[in-house]
């Protein structure tokens, strides 16, 4: 009397670990962000296109995540509710429009971190957003804002003399490149 062993080989151990997880396959999360309100009819132009994109990719999307802030600003409540997705195994893809739209700085270090948990960030367009100039000026004043509150107090005199001066040099940049 024999035993009968079977023996199953698995060659894609990400199916596996997402059946474990309970993830369901083609899971997205949309992510979008512009600087300012000012800005809310791109954003709702980001969402609709990505909407499509993932529609016609055969995409489940669970959640359209947005925020109006800066890309160097780690409080934002999307970017919050999108690290619990991804910790939490809910999701397998998050679609943004361009890499600066979750982060000004170290995508690679979210896109490893996304990795880590099995989820890929699809980045739909490569190159940079048109408007790119105007959103690096805001940054950079969101920068100096930040050091200067940092040095002088958020509410001081002198962060703010030092963050008008900054505004100031931009815009006698800009008016000496127009001539």
């Not at 954003?43 to 016609?56: G, N, P």
């Not at 940079?128 to 940092?150: H, M, T």
């Not at 002088?152 to 008016?175: F, L, N, P």
């Amino acid at each position: 009397m024999g035993v009968s062993l079977s023996v199953i080989v698995i060659e894609d151990m990400s199916e596996v670990t997402k059946l474990l997880k309970g993830k369901i396959a083609n899971t997205a999360v949309i992510y979008a962000r512009v600087s300012s309100a000012d800005q809310k009819s791109d954003l709702e132009k980001q969402v609709e296109y990505l909407k499509e994109y993932c529609s016609a990719k055969g995409y489940t999307v669970i959640d359209v995540l947005t925020d109006i802030a800066s890309g160097l600003n780690e409080k934002r409540r999307g970017l919050k509710k999108l690290f619990e997705y991804v910790v939490s195994g809910e999701v397998e893809v998050v679609v943004i429009s361009y890499k600066d739209k979750l982060t000004r700085f170290g995508f690679g270090y979210l896109e490893g971190f996304f990795s880590s948990h099995g989820v890929k960030i699809e980045v739909v367009f490569g190159g940079e957003p048109k408007n790119l100039r105007q959103e690096l000026i805001k940054d950079l004043i969101a920068i100096v804002a930040s050091f200067a509150g940092r040095l002088y107090g958020m509410r001081s005199h002198k962060k703010k003399k030092v963050v008008e001066s900054v505004k100031r040099a931009i815009r006698d940049c800009q008016t000496d490149s127009k001539v």
